[in-house]
């Protein structure tokens, strides 16, 4: 191939290049050195090269429960995500004039506050005393307040909450390249509403379901603040095991290869869903 | 023997539609009765209201105000997906995610008709366009001209009274398009359904149809035969929209008429009207010779440029008014003895039955 090519294009190759290196240079020194360095650490112990940070997966129970909490959390999120979200886009994606833009600024005006101020504003809506359990109990529809935070709930919820757009954009990208004309032949065959929605509309838009999904998915695998916040101690996911090992043990070996393990599995999930649909879809490039 | 389809033929009556956007007319009073079993085409450059005037009658569009009738039974408000007429869109609309078969069953299945029945029907139809054995194939297998039959089996498996069809052959190449043009036509000698076909290619429109409407901004301006709306325009618009036309400016001299003071003799009465053309189609001139009759308007002018075309070569004559007009002569040997030289004096004869002579368009 480069034999072929004309000395033109290879100049202009060594330029594209050249002009390509400081984002490169940033990359590789903010991104690509930490997780070489986290590698190396998690295979390090006192006495030199050690897989005992490893062995621990299959030894200490906190690990495995920790993963399989977490990994329901990321479960019940997605399905939340796409329950809630479907019906968003797809509003935005049928309205007309000035709605879209001002549906999709709703979805992503949580985006402007930052995380942390969310997860507080969660756990003053949800608390034992808070306005929701207020609320309820004015209303008459509880005696008890309801137990909404320190628990999985309050966890899910907050972080629903800040995922929710990726789900949302993907999906009404998705929705807006669907062409009218084919629910338009859809109704001119005969299709009523429900049939033209199930065999037409929902099948197309599977692919932002498929990118949202692993969107919100392995974003949530990572979070950190929400369920520090409103877990109560009741939610111990993978993230807080990483900063539980480094704050109070000091056990750098071990936080770094739990967190090779999570990003080998981020990896194979986004392996799978890229057999699915293309990977730059997922990342909405495409 | 697999069965055969056989729409019902149903008539269309269009009265007094009206479609507004704002204060924007897309379709401006139009009215027209459409015959069962009648090829009826469209006719009309972007933007005169084509494409709104099918989504009238496929429930698309809501009119501002008139009505329309599918044989007795009025669908003016009636939602799409009860008026049983099919529709091939412009560039197909098949559903992507479906095989072919999926596709041209998809009407059965919103018919709820039992699975059982589905075989024969859709091998019918595959049989129809000649699609037998495609049903397991995906759309994105096909070419051009096979996804176009595939909706137009989709559009005719369920036996639609009506079928329309938004320049569905505008997207092939010239080949392709004419081939499908037969093909078009032999299906409609075959099936005998009502057909109402919109296109922007006039030549398309002249060849298929029984009869063509000319829209222009949302105006039926002419509703006729082909060979009347050719031979015989209304206007200075159906005029230069229809075939190789030219138009000359005319003056009415009396009861006669005249292009420069040189007098013409036409067969047909004039138009009213003070602003009037000439329209030459180029077919209908010649080089003025001993076989021309004695009583065809002779044109003198001088020779500008030919154009060869492959089959014929195009003849630019600028005549002594100072008016462009243009004749063919087919490129075969006697063509080529005939053919003047650049710059040659030239007379071009002009048959009284082809003086034709039209009003400016409103
Ligand atoms: N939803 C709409 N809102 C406003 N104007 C519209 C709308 N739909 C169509 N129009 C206008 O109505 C006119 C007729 O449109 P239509 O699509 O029927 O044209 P057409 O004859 O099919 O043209 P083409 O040959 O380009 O397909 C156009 O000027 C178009 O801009
Ligand atoms: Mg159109």
Known sequence: MSNASTPEERRERRMILLLLAPALIVVGLLLITPLVWMGWQSFRG?????????????????????????FRIAF?????????????????????????????????LPFWTSVLVRAYAWLILLQRRGIVNTALTKAGVIDQPLILVNNEFGTVMATLHILLPFMVLPLYATMKKIPAELEMAGASLGGGGGLVFRSVFLPLSMPGVIAGSVLVFVLTLGFYITPELLGGGRTFLVSMLVSRNIEIYNEWGAASSISVVLLVMVFAIFRLASMIIPFERIMGTK | MPTSLHPQKVGVTIRNAVKRYGTFSALDDVSIDVAPGEFL?????SGSGKTTLLGLLGGFV???????????????HMPPHKRDIGIVFQNYALFPHMTVGENITFPLRARRMPKDQWPAKLNAALEMVELTGYADRAISALSGGQRQRVALARAMIFEPRLILMDEPLSALDKQLRETMQLELKQLHAKLGATIIYVTHDQREALTMSDRIAVMKNGRLVQVDSPKELHDRPCDSFVASFIGEAMLLPVTRNGAGLSLDGQALRSAHPLPAGNDLFLTVH????AFAGPQTAPEANLLPGRVESCLYQGESVRIFVTLDGGQSVSLRLPSNHSGWQMMPEQ??????ALHPE???????AA
């Open chain 1, 76 to 108: 019940l999120v997605t399905i939340a995500a796409i329950l809630i979200g479907y019906p968003i886009a797809y509003v935005a994606a049928k309205s007309q004039g000035i709605w879209p833009p001002i549906i999709l600024g709703l979805v992503l």
């Open chain 2, 282 to 285: 180029s077919e209908k001139l």
């Open chain 2, 41 to 45: 085409s469209i006719l009309g450059p």
């Open chain 2, 62 to 76: 809501q009119p501002t105000s008139g009505s329309i009738h599918l044989g007795d039974t009025d669908i003016t």
């Open chain 2, 354 to 360: 082809d003086t034709i002579v039209v009003p400016k």
């Open chain 2, 343 to 348: 710059g040659q004096p030239v007379t071009l």
């Open chain 1, 46 to 70: 006192p006495e030199g090269f050690t897989l005992a940070h490893y062995a621990r997966f299959f030894t200490d129970t906190v690990y495995l429960s920790s993963f399989v909490q977490t």
